[in-house]
């Protein structure tokens, strides 16, 4: 066990309990409710969804939660620690496990290496293929330049100049005036986000969140310590229509919890692929200000918009007196095996981020640098134009085969990014991710997009489906579709149904 676990509140976990059906093999028949919470928990964590190691509530807590008797509690505790499912110590309290010998759930949001495509169709990852041959030129271009640099020890902490230089340049262009020495090159997006999280936050800080939000994000800072505090998406007519920030709900957050960050993907969300508009960006900066809060602003996405020329600026460049820091990533744009990444901030957050940094990784790989800012600096247009004609046949290809195999599932269509989100009409993500693992297929399932594991009823799809798998794809997931339904009406009800005493 480690000196901090990720916990979940007693509502939390009533929640998932209450999506949850109580087995997957344990049919209708009536069992002692310690026994089908027990077999519930069970699940839940077999599935991922209450992930290992997540400190579980007292049982007083939890009794009062779901309006059953400690005792009824503390069986179902006792049931879980027999099975493996449960780990306690006294003075420590108890958190989840699983037996020996187990394997971890499958997780589709995990990489699997590319010779695995030719057996399954992975939608887990929103990644793309690389840009040929603009990538292979571009290789090249570094391979000459290189010898320069090989003259020297290597290490760049605050990143090669002529790529901190050519992605100040593109800030600039996009109506955000920056200079190098505001720029800090990563390793990818994920060592960018890392970095702030170990530069601005101390364990136990409060991070406001959209709910839901980029699944590896919500992961990280969890198991960094911070307190997670959802702030709910606007959905103003239902599935079909792309959500908004709900600037009342985030107004209440930032007075009332006083978060330290708050985490943001304004441009073509990650997974719901929603674009906020520079007036919702103004008020929520507002907001954020008065509460001093930092604004972690996540535009890994900001060049992707495949379906519109009308882009907001970013978020840095709307209130110069509000605290934000971006960050943003070559993987989508490029290629997800070029590693680099970058911050932009302060010149003086810059520096305190560069020395944090020499301790953990010194610096970014210079032929990936150079690379990047041979695509970036000298060939960006054809580059982002390569790039929107490939989402444009997949996006034209995909959803139609989408609504034709599927008709009963929802979804909004974004105008650029990367990723689909769709409501299942009640289907469970985990029983469709099960059931896409025997037809070939890899499944995101929306609860791993979620802070409590809401969102059982959705999925994320990638708009980077090639244009020529489309109708595979679709019928896949519709074969997928009517396993998981299948599955729902044979096996074990709901939870509030299993639990009632």
Same mark, same amino acid.
């Given at each position: 066990?480690? %000196?901090? #676990? ?88 108890? =958190? ?21 495509? +030719? ?25 000459? #330049? ?5 003259? +020297? ?40 986000? %890392? ?9 136990? %800080? ?57 985490y943001l993907i304004p441009d073509f969300h990650n997974p719901t692929g929603a674009l906020i508009g520079e007036e919702q960006r103004?008020?929520l900066l507002a907001a954020a200000r008065a509460a001093g809060t930092t604004v972690l602003a996540d535009e890994t996405m900001a ?31 490029? =290629? ?5 990444? =970058? ?24 032929? %990936? ?7 970036i600096g000298e060939r960006f247009t054809e580059l982002r134009e390569h790039r929107l004609a490939r989402l444009r046949e997949s ?44 037809? +070939? ?61």
């Amino acid at each position: 066990m480690s %000196d901090w #676990q990720s916990t979940i509140t007693p509502p939390a976990l009533a929640r998932l309990l209450r999506a949850t059906p109580a087995s997957a093999t344990a049919g209708r028949q009536r069992r002692p409710a310690y026994r089908a919470l027990a077999a519930q928990v069970q699940r839940l964590v077999s599935e991922g969804r209450l992930p290992v190691g997540t400190r579980m509530p007292a049982e007083r807590e939890l009794a009062a939660a779901l309006e059953l008797s400690r005792t009824t509690i503390a069986t179902a505790y006792e049931t879980l620690r027999a099975e493996g499912y449960l780990h306690s110590r006294r003075g420590s309290g108890s =958190w989840t496990a699983l037996p020996a010998g187990s394997s971890p759930p499958t997780d589709a949001l995990f990489p699997l290496p590319p010779d695995s495509c +030719g057996q399954l169709i992975d939608l887990g990852a929103a990644s793309p293929a690389a840009p040929q041959p603009l990538l292979a030129e571009a290789a090249a271009r570094a391979m000459e #330049q290189l010898p320069a640099y090989a003259l +020297g020890h290597g290490h760049y902490p605050t990143g090669v100049p002529v790529l901190r230089e050519a992605v100040a340049q593109r800030f600039t262009e996009r109506g955000l005036p920056t200079t190098p020495d505001q720029i800090l090159i990563t390793t990818g997006a994920m060592s960018a986000l %890392d970095l702030v999280r170990r530069g601005l936050l101390r364990r136990g %800080d409060r991070v406001a969140v959209e709910s839901p939000s980029y699944a590896h994000q919500l992961r990280a800072l969890r198991q960094s310590g911070a307190r997670l505090v959802p702030v709910p998406q606007h959905r103003p007519q239902g599935a079909e229509q792309l959500p908004r920030w709900d600037l009342d709900d985030w107004r209440q957050v930032l007075r009332g919890a006083s978060p330290r960050l708050a985490y943001l993907i304004p441009d073509f969300h990650n997974p719901t692929g929603a674009l906020i508009g520079e007036e919702q960006r103004r008020e929520l900066l507002a907001a954020a200000r008065a509460a001093g809060t930092t604004v972690l602003a996540d535009e890994t996405m900001a060049e992707l918009g495949w379906g519109t020329d009308r882009m907001p600026r970013p978020m840095a460049a709307l209130d110069r007196t509000a605290e934000v820091v971006t960050v943003g990533s070559a993987g989508k744009l490029i =290629w997800g095996g070029l590693r680099v990444g =970058w911050i932009r901030a302060s010149p003086a957050l810059v520096r305190r981020l560069a020395a944090d940094r020499i301790h953990i990784d010194v610096g970014t790989p210079v032929l %990936d640098q150079l690379i990047c800012a041979a695509l970036i600096g000298e060939r960006f247009t054809e580059l982002r134009e390569h790039r929107l004609a490939r989402l444009r046949e997949s996006v034209a290809a995909l959803l139609p085969a989408l609504r034709e195999h599927l008709p009963s599932w929802r979804f909004a269509e974004p105008a650029g990014g990367m990723t689909l989100w769709l409501d299942t009409a009640g289907l469970s993500g985990a029983a469709l991710a099960r059931a896409g693992e025997q037809l +070939g297929l890899r499944i995101a399932m929306g609860s791993r997009f979620g802070t409590d594991g809401a969102f059982e009823a959705f999925v994320r799809l990638p708009l980077t489906v090639p244009a020529a798998a489309a109708t595979t794809t679709a019928e896949r997931l519709a074969a997928a579709a009517a396993v998981a339904a299948a599955e729902q009406g044979r096996h074990g009800a709901p939870a509030a149904e299993a639990l009632a005493v």
